[in-house]
């Protein structure tokens, strides 16, 4: 009796001679003949062994995952992404030389045998049994294609790999069985077929054709004899037999290859010697994976593509259903991207701030009526190196972007007027305005409660001390009057302003609740460009708000068109609310803070924001047919107070929301719409009231000033892009706005830049 091994059980040679015995004394010929159906093989189903009649029936073979390819909206290619980079091809797309070099060095009787190959089993028998090692070896082209689908179904799960491929007889025997049902079903040439699509060839090509593009830079059509055996020759040690890292031994396998060949007649001696005399030459494409290599800088956009599918639950009930879906691969999706919005964007972001400076911009264009994203970039390209990084600043947390977002600043303040508007505030409502004034108290929210200041702690003032009121809301728009906005907030209610920013889809990036205090009036809140462009598309499209869409169509690797996103269009505000807002901002880009981001060729409206110690600047404007916002300031966890500091190559005595992010959106904003239609604005009539005496400055600027600061050679501008020193508010500390999000005591004052006034001792 043979020995046994110190755990119980027989050893693994023993085990595989029992299969052999009991096998022939079934009478189960192993040359592929059909195993009875009541034939046990007599082996315990335990362990390493089971059943045979225990294993089900059919080989369930999951889809080959392969790359999918992200598109532009006019079909140009963004980026390629994949858990395996394959092309799955059929047996007609692969040269004639790959498929016989590849079944005459693995397994050169596939078409004389069945699913076994009986002679090689006798051969392993022996050899384990001298070994005395676990049945291995004889496997057929068949086993290995079965063995290579059970990998295929482990995916990265390194457990289930290490199963699949463990060396045991329970795995011999699984790979039997379906060996058999294979080779009834399938037939020869299909299983070549599967066979070369799903072996691994290294260099990270999982397929012949993925392989031939990877070392030749060609279709696997088109391989020659000597690249032919060349690959074939990897397939059973891929990193051994690396032409890439090892040239010397990838040679000397390819003429084992091409012997081998030779052997058995599929080329003649002289064809093989012919390319055993020919040198290893490679023509490598290096593998392109991942939002890493998209093209135009959207590696950003690439990455909120693929975000968008592993979170919409169109695309499955859960994120484990997405993600297998989006790592199975062979999609093709084709996106909202608009090369020449994403290409004016990337020329803008260029020349203004640089890649190695020490702040950053980020640019969103999306489409107004449509929610299409059109464009997305940013200064800090995505990647792992210096100057990189894989915060997508356009964007909220979940979907890839900071933690937090950044204060607006001032481009909150048409929010408040929307909401103002729609509770019946007239457009030529004044207010007192003062420069400086205490939160008014109590003010009610949408709960019940009410704010409530307490002590009178909280304050809010004005960006220069002239700038007192009373004033209109056309005049405090232009020139940002922060104290107007926070009378107009203590007015209408927090209510108001909490339901119309809910319906303009504008939420922290955090996923937090908007905060429910006054001192949102002054832009506390932390938002992402893509929720304060596509906000402001719903002014530009008369009211309706649509939500944001990246993706336009996808189909799978069978050309079968799956379900995607929609926008979903909703009125948010009515048309004379929007028309009135357009109006508004339209005075701003016309002779307010954002002059100097106002278009010459057609109309534009827009909104500035900077906040305290200048951490951040914005500008959030918009056409009839394109609405952008632009953010510049600190990505990383560290605050720069953008003073005295050189960005783009340009030096700014302090950052303003009008004089670095204003020109960005406007040269963006000009090359996305070259050429291209300029419908103009709905707009309306509000005149100027008459306001009651008692401040400095009414609702209109004194009628002779020529000077306008920030204007190289103008007084006050000394020449370069800058603003004024900026006012200060307490607000926050007790309503979550909070200086970069924690809860400090700067409340987000928007430091804006001055309107042209006379200001002592700075210029006439």
Request: glycine share 14%; net charge neutral; aromatic share 4%.
């Given at each position: 009796m043979g020995k046994k091994r110190s755990g119980g059980g027989l050893t693994g040679s023993q085990q595989a001679a029992k299969f052999l015995g009991v096998s022939v004394l079934s009478g189960v010929v192993l040359a592929g003949m059909a195993i009875p159906a009541a034939?046990?093989?007599?082996?315990?189903?335990?362990?390493?062994?089971?059943?045979?009649?225990?294993?089900?029936?059919?080989?369930?073979?999951?889809?080959?995952?392969?790359?999918?390819?992200?598109?532009?909206?006019?079909?140009?290619?963004?980026?390629?992404?994949?858990?395996?980079?394959?092309?799955?091809?059929?047996?007609?797309?692969?040269?004639?030389?790959?498929?016989?070099?590849?079944?005459?060095?693995?397994?050169?009787?596939f078409y004389e045998h069945g699913a076994v190959d009986l002679k090689g089993i006798l051969r392993a028998v022996n050899r384990n049994a001298q070994e005395g090692g676990a049945a291995q070896g004889a496997s057929t082209l068949t086993q290995q294609y079965v063995k290579n689908v059970f990998v295929e179904e482990a995916g990265d799960d390194e457990t289930k790999v290490r199963e699949a491929q463990e060396k045991s007889l329970g795995r011999k025997i699984r790979e039997l069985k379906y060996s058999i049902q294979v080779e009834e079903e399938l037939g020869k040439k299909k299983i070549l077929e599967n066979y070369l699509n799903i072996t691994y060839f290294g260099q990270q090509a999982y397929g012949v054709e993925s392989a031939a593009q990877r070392y030749f830079s060609k279709?696997?059509?088109?391989?020659?004899?000597?690249?032919?055996?060349?690959?074939?020759?990897?397939?059973?040690?891929?990193?051994?037999?690396?032409?890439?890292?090892?040239?010397?031994?990838?040679?000397?396998?390819?003429?084992?290859?091409?012997?081998?060949?030779?052997?058995?007649?599929?080329?003649?001696?002289?064809?093989?010697?012919?390319?055993?005399?020919?040198?290893?030459?490679?023509?490598?494409?290096?593998?392109?994976?991942?939002?890493?290599t998209a093209v135009k800088g959207a590696g950003f956009f690439c990455d909120y593509v693929r975000n968008t599918f592993l979170t919409d639950s169109v695309f499955g009930k859960t994120r484990e259903e997405r993600a297998k879906v989006w790592n199975q691969g062979g999609l093709t999706v084709r996106t909202t991207l608009d090369p020449q919005s994403q290409d004016a964007a990337n020329e803008s972001i260029k020349d203004h701030v640089y890649q190695e400076d020490s702040i950053a911009t980020a640019?969103?264009?999306?489409?107004?009526?449509?929610?299409?994203?059109?464009?997305?970039?940013?200064?800090?390209?995505?990647?792992?190196?210096?100057?990189?990084?894989?915060?997508?600043?356009?964007?909220?947390?979940?979907?890839?972007?900071?933690?937090?977002?950044?204060?607006?600043?001032?481009t909150f303040k048409p929010f408040i007027a929307a909401a103002a508007l729609e509770q019946g505030l007239p457009p030529t409502k004044v207010y007192q305005a003062p420069n400086k004034m205490d939160y008014p108290s109590p003010i009610s929210r949408c709960d019940g409660s009410q704010y409530i200041n307490v002590n009178k702690k909280e304050t809010?003032?004005?960006?220069?001390?002239?700038?007192?009121?009373?004033?209109?809301?056309?005049?405090?728009?232009?020139?940002?009057?922060?104290?107007?906005?926070?009378?107009?907030?203590?007015?209408?209610?927090?209510?108001?302003?909490?339901?119309?920013?809910?319906?303009?889809?504008?939420?922290p990036a955090s996923g937090a609740k908007l905060a429910d205090g006054p001192a949102i009036a002054l832009g506390s809140e932390e938002m992402s460009p893509l929720t304060m462009a596509n906000a402001y598309a719903a002014f530009a499209n008369r009211g309706t708000y649509c939500t944001p869409v990246a993706i336009e169509s996808i189909t799978d690797s069978h050309g079968k068109a799956l379900a995607v996103p929609k926008s979903k269009c909703d009125r948010a505000m009515s048309q004379d609310t929007a028309d009135t807002i357009n109006t508004l901002l339209r005075g701003v880009v016309d002779?307010?803070?954002?002059?100097?981001?106002?278009?010459?060729?057609?109309?534009?409206?827009?909104?500035?924001?900077?906040?305290?110690?200048?951490?951040?600047?914005?500008?959030?404007?918009?056409?009839?047919?394109?609405?952008?916002?632009?953010?510049v300031g600190s990505g990383g966890a560290k605050k720069i107070t953008m003073e005295d500091i050189v960005i783009g190559g340009r030096s700014y005595d302090k950052v303003f929301g009008g004089g670095l992010p204003g020109p960005i959106w406007k040269d963006?904003?000009?090359?996305?719409?070259?050429g291209r239609e300029a419908p103009g604005f709905t707009t309306?009539?509000?005149?100027?009231?008459?306001?009651?005496?008692?401040?400095?400055?009414g609702s209109k600027p004194p009628a002779a000033n020529p000077s306008k600061p920030?204007?190289?050679?103008?007084?006050?501008?000394?020449?370069?892009?800058?603003?004024?020193?900026?006012?200060?508010?307490?607000?926050?500390?007790?309503?979550?706005?909070?200086?970069?999000?924690?809860?400090?005591?700067?409340?987000?004052?928007?430091?804006?830049y001055p309107f042209p006034f006379p200001l002592p001792g700075i210029g006439q």
């Open positions: 034939g046990a093989l007599g082996l315990a189903a335990k362990g390493t062994v089971e059943g045979f009649d225990e294993i089900p029936a059919n080989l369930k073979t999951p889809p080959l995952s392969q790359r999918t390819t992200i598109l532009d909206s006019e079909g140009g290619l963004i980026a390629t992404v994949y858990s395996r980079d394959r092309q799955v091809v059929p047996l007609t797309a692969v040269s004639p030389y790959m498929q016989k070099a590849i079944v005459a060095i693995e397994d050169s009787r279709p696997a059509k088109d391989l020659a004899l000597e690249e032919s055996a060349l690959l074939a020759g990897i397939v059973q040690s891929p990193s051994r037999y690396d032409p890439v890292n090892d040239a010397q031994e990838a040679m000397k396998r390819r003429n084992i290859v091409l012997q081998r060949m030779a052997d058995i007649k599929d080329v003649s001696q002289a064809e093989a010697d012919a390319a055993k005399a020919k040198p290893v030459t490679l023509k490598v494409t290096k593998p392109r994976n991942g939002c890493i640019v969103t264009l999306v489409q107004p009526g449509t929610g299409r994203i059109l464009a997305m970039g940013q200064s800090k390209p995505y990647g792992f190196g210096k100057n990189e990084t894989q915060i997508n600043y356009s964007v909220d947390k979940r979907m890839g972007g900071s933690n937090f977002g950044f204060q607006v600043g001032s809010a003032e004005n960006e220069t001390e002239d700038e007192i009121g009373p004033y209109a809301l056309r005049t405090a728009m232009e020139k940002s009057i922060n104290t107007y906005f926070v009378e107009m907030i203590s007015e209408i209610g927090l209510c108001p302003v909490s339901e119309m920013t809910k319906k303009l889809g504008v939420v002779s307010g803070t954002g002059e100097r981001a106002g278009l010459s060729d057609r109309d534009s409206a827009g909104k500035t924001g900077t906040t305290d110690n200048r951490y951040n600047a914005w500008f959030v404007g918009y056409t009839p047919n394109v609405s952008g916002a632009v953010w963006a904003v000009s090359g996305a719409l070259s309306v009539s509000i005149p100027e009231p008459s306001v009651p005496a008692g401040g400095p400055r920030g204007k190289p050679g103008r007084p006050g501008g000394d020449s370069k892009p800058g603003g004024r020193p900026g006012g200060q508010t307490n607000a926050g500390a007790a309503n979550g706005g909070g200086d970069g999000g924690n809860g400090g005591g700067n409340g987000g004052a928007d430091p804006e």
